[in-house]
C-alpha cells in the first residue's frame, strides 16, 4: 500500500518531466532571409543577408547561411552570428536559392528559403551632388552605374526646409537633377537622393546637401515684447523681441533698427547688430534683449533689415508702471512638458482688441521666459517646453488693442510639480499682553514656496489650531492671539500648506503677563471719580464767571451788588455805562487806584444816641466841605440814604492822579456814608482797631 507522501510526490514528478521533455528540443526556426549586393566606386563582390533569429534563452543556438544555385544542389554553408552573413562566392550572373539553418544540442532547422537573381540585388552607393544653383535652388548628382556597366535607373529625391523637418518626397523616374519650384527666398533647403542602376536595387539615401534660396527684402513684423521683473521692490522692464522666421527674413537679418520714445518727447534711435556683438543687446536662443531700461518710455517700435530692405516697424505702447488687473480669470493646466492657458473673452476689449499675449516667467531665476501671441478670436494658448518641478510660474494675460496699446488682464501661478513648503520665515511672538499675544511672519519667496500655499496652519500648546489663509501672498503676516491666561507659559508653532500636504514647524515660546493692580478697581469707583471731576469743574466755572452778570444770583446769594455802592453812584453822572466801564476796567493795563486817608483826631464828637465816635480831620476847612457837599446832589442822595439805613454816609473816594485835590471834612464824610459801605466795608474804629 502506497504511503501519502508518494501518492503526491508521483504526479508531481510526471509534471516536472513532462516539462523538461516539452523544453528539451530543435530551436524555433529563424525568419527567412534578405539579401542584397552592396556596392563601392567599382566592384560589388559581396551578398549580405538578415535575419530575424529566435533565440532560447536556456540554450545557445548556433545560426549557419546557406545557399545553392537555384538549378544545381551543389550547397555551399557559411556560419554567421545571430543576424546577418556574407556569401563571397557565387556566380555574377544566374539565380541562388538562399537559407538559413539553426541549431543546437536537441537539433537543427531551416528557414524558409529565397531565391534571386544575383544581378537583381545589386545596391549602388549613394550618388553624390555636383552642383547647385540659387537663383532657381537647382541640384544636380551623379551615380556609379557607368563604372559597374549599369545603366541608369530612376532616381528618388527628398528636401526639406531647415526651419521645418518634415521631408517633402518627389519622384518621377529623375535622372540626375531637380528644381524646386517658387522657393522661399532666402531660405535654407536641405536635399537627399538615391538611385538605382537598371533594375537594381535603390541605393541609401546621400548625406544631405545644403543650399540658400536668393535673397529679397524681409517681411512681416517683428514679435516685439517687454520683460519686466515679477519683484514689485525692483520693478524694471527691459525691451526684447524674437527672430525673424525664416519665411519672413528671406535671407541674411544683418541688425535690427530701434526707436525709444520717452514721456518727455525725446525720440532714440539704437542700431542693433545681428551679426557683431555689441553692448547695447543680449542674444540668446532666438531671443533679443536691450541692455538699456525702459524707465519713462513711453513707446517703442522695432524693424529688421537685410542687405535688400527691412520690415516695417511694430510698434508697442507700454502701460504706466504699476498697472495691474485681475477682471479676467484665467485657467492653467501645467505639466512638466507642456502649459495650456485658456480664459474667457473680455466684454471691455470687444470692439478694440486686436490680439492677445501670453507670457510666462519662472518666478526662481527669472529666466525661464517666453510670450504667445494670440489672435482676438482665440481663447487658449499652448507652451512646449521643459518645466521645472516646485517651481513657481508666473502666467499673465495682456489685451493689445488697434492702437498697440497694452492692457493687463490677469496674473495667475502654477507648477508643474508642487512640494511641501519649506520652514516659515521669520516666525515670532511681536508683541503679548496678559490676555493676548500678536503672531508675525514673513511670507516665502519663489524659492521656498514650492507649491501654492494654500493656508497657514498655527497651534497653540498642542490644544488649538488655526487655519490663516494663504492670500495675499505678498506682505507681511500678522496673527492676535486672544482669550489667553495671564502669568501663563505658551508654545506656539506654525507651518505652511500646499497641496503636496504642511511644510516643517517652527516653534516658538511666550509668558503672558501678569494682571495689573488697577484692573481690580471696581467701576463704580472710577464712576465717582469722574462725577466729583464734573463737579468740581462746575464750580470752578462758575466762580470765574462771578465777576459779571453770566453766573445766577441764586448760586452767590451773599455776594454784593456793586450798583448799590455810593461810590458807583457818584460815577453815574460821569459814565453813562457803569457796568461797562466796570467791564472795561478790568482789562485796562493801568487801572487807576483810589486812595483811602484816615486821620485819628484830638478830640471825640458825641452822637445822640450817646456811642462815641472819631471824627476825621485834614488839611481843609470844615467850612468849605459844608459847602461843597451842599453844592452836590449826591450828598444829599447819601443823606436819604444814611436815613434809611440809619447810620451816616461814608467818606469820599479821592483819586491820586486828580491836580485838584478834594478833601472832606469828618462830619461831611458822616452824611455821604452810604448803606452800601456801612454794610459791606469797615468802619474807621475797626481800621484803627486793626
Not at 521533455?21 to 526556426?29: D, F, L, Y
Not at 516667467?361 to 512646449?384: E, M, Y
Amino acid at each position: 500500500m502506497a504511503m501519502p507522501m508518494t501518492r503526491w510526490l508521483i504526479p508531481m514528478l510526471v509534471v516536472t518531466l513532462s516539462h523538461c521533455c516539452a523544453a528539451a528540443g530543435p530551436p524555433s526556426p529563424p525568419s527567412r532571409p534578405m539579401c542584397h549586393r552592396p556596392c563601392d566606386e567599382k566592384v560589388c563582390s559581396v551578398i549580405k543577408c538578415t535575419w530575424e533569429p529566435r533565440p532560447d534563452p536556456k540554450i545557445p543556438i548556433n545560426y549557419h547561411l546557406q545557399w545553392e544555385p537555384a538549378n544545381s544542389e551543389d550547397g555551399h554553408m557559411t556560419s554567421g552570428n545571430s543576424s546577418d552573413g556574407f556569401i563571397h562566392h557565387f556566380p555574377s550572373h544566374g539565380e541562388l536559392r538562399v537559407w538559413v539553418q539553426a541549431w543546437n544540442q536537441h537539433g537543427s532547422v531551416n528557414s524558409q528559403d529565397i531565391v534571386f537573381n544575383t544581378e537583381d540585388i545589386i545596391m549602388p552607393p549613394p550618388p553624390t551632388f555636383s552642383s547647385s544653383y540659387q537663383d532657381h535652388l537647382e541640384v544636380h548628382w551623379g551615380t556609379i552605374c557607368d563604372e559597374l556597366q549599369l545603366t541608369v535607373g530612376t532616381c528618388e529625391v527628398r528636401y526639406r526646409t531647415e526651419e521645418h523637418q518634415d521631408w517633402v518626397w518627389y519622384e518621377d523616374k529623375l535622372c540626375d537633377t531637380y528644381a524646386v519650384s517658387d522657393p522661399q527666398p532666402g531660405t535654407v533647403y536641405e536635399f537627399q537622393v538615391c538611385c538605382a542602376c537598371g533594375s537594381s536595387l535603390k541605393s541609401n539615401w546621400s548625406v544631405i546637401h545644403r543650399i540658400r534660396s536668393a535673397e529679397s527684402a524681409p517681411v512681416g513684423e517683428v514679435d516685439v515684447w517687454r520683460d519686466c521683473s515679477i519683484h514689485p521692490s525692483r520693478y524694471d522692464c527691459f525691451l526684447t523681441w524674437k527672430n525673424l522666421s525664416i519665411s519672413q527674413a528671406r535671407g541674411l537679418i544683418l541688425g535690427y533698427e530701434v526707436t525709444v520714445f520717452y514721456n518727455n518727447g525725446t525720440v532714440k534711435v539704437v542700431n542693433v547688430s545681428a551679426v557683431e556683438p555689441s553692448t547695447l543687446s543680449v542674444y540668446d536662443e532666438m531671443m533679443w534683449r536691450l541692455t538699456s531700461s525702459l524707465k519713462d518710455v513711453s513707446s517703442v517700435s522695432v524693424s529688421a533689415y537685410n542687405a535688400l530692405g527691412s520690415t516695417d516697424a511694430t510698434h508697442l505702447v507700454l502701460p504706466a508702471p504699476g498697472e495691474a488687473g485681475n477682471h479676467q480669470p484665467i485657467d492653467l493646466e501645467m505639466q512638466e512638458e507642456n502649459l495650456t492657458v485658456s480664459w474667457n473673452s473680455p466684454a471691455q476689449f470687444s470692439d478694440n482688441l486686436k490680439q492677445y499675449v501670453v507670457q510666462f516667467k519662472d518666478c526662481l531665476s527669472g529666466q525661464g521666459f517666453d510670450w504667445i501671441k494670440v489672435d482676438s478670436n482665440k481663447t487658449t494658448a499652448l507652451f512646449k517646453g521643459a518645466f521645472k518641478k516646485h517651481t513657481s510660474y508666473q502666467v499673465s494675460l495682456f489685451a493689445v488693442s488697434n492702437n498697440n496699446e497694452v492692457h493687463r488682464l490677469s496674473t495667475a501661478t502654477g507648477y508643474s510639480v508642487q512640494g511641501v513648503p519649506s520652514t516659515v520665515l521669520s516666525f515670532q511672538v511681536f508683541s503679548y499682553t496678559d490676555t493676548e499675544a500678536i503672531l508675525f511672519w514673513k511670507p516665502f519667496p519663489c524659492s521656498g514656496q514650492n507649491g501654492r500655499i494654500l493656508y497657514y496652519q498655527i497651534g497653540v500648546n498642542s490644544q488649538k489650531v488655526y487655519n490663516i489663509s494663504g492670500t495675499p501672498h505678498h506682505g507681511n503676516k500678522t496673527f492676535r492671539l486672544q482669550d489667553l491666561n495671564p502669568g501663563q507659559d505658551y508654545e506656539v508653532w506654525i507651518r505652511a500648506v500646499t497641496a503636496a500636504g504642511p511644510g516643517e514647524i517652527s516653534t516658538k515660546t511666550f509668558k503672558t503677563l501678569r494682571q495689573k493692580k488697577f484692573d481690580l478697581i471696581p467701576v463704580f469707583v472710577v464712576i465717582g471719580l469722574l462725577l466729583l471731576m464734573i463737579s468740581l469743574a462746575l464750580i470752578l466755572f462758575c466762580v470765574c464767571q462771578g465777576e459779571s452778570k453770566v453766573c445766577p444770583q441764586c448760586i452767590y446769594e451773599k455776594v454784593p451788588d456793586p450798583s448799590n455802592s455810593h461810590i458807583f453812584k457818584q460815577m453815574k453822572h460821569q459814565i453813562n455805562e457803569p457796568l461797562s466801564w466796570i467791564c472795561n476796567s478790568v482789562h485796562e493795563p493801568h487801572p487807576k487806584i483810589s486812595m483811602l486817608e484816615v486821620v485819628e483826631t484830638k478830640s471825640r464828637a458825641f452822637e445822640p444816641d450817646g456811642l462815641t465816635r472819631l471824627v476825621m480831620k485834614d488839611e481843609c476847612s470844615r467850612t468849605d466841605s459844608q459847602e461843597d457837599l451842599r453844592e452836590d446832589p449826591a450828598a444829599e442822595e447819601c443823606d436819604r440814604t444814611d436815613r434809611r439805613y440809619g447810620r451816616k454816609e461814608y467818606s469820599k473816594m479821592v483819586d491820586s492822579d486828580e491836580e485838584k485835590v478834594d478833601c472832606w471834612s469828618s462830619s461831611e464824610e458822616e452824611q455821604c456814608t452810604s448803606g452800601y459801605e456801612k454794610h459791606f466795608m469797615p468802619s474807621p474804629l475797626e481800621i484803627l482797631a486793626d
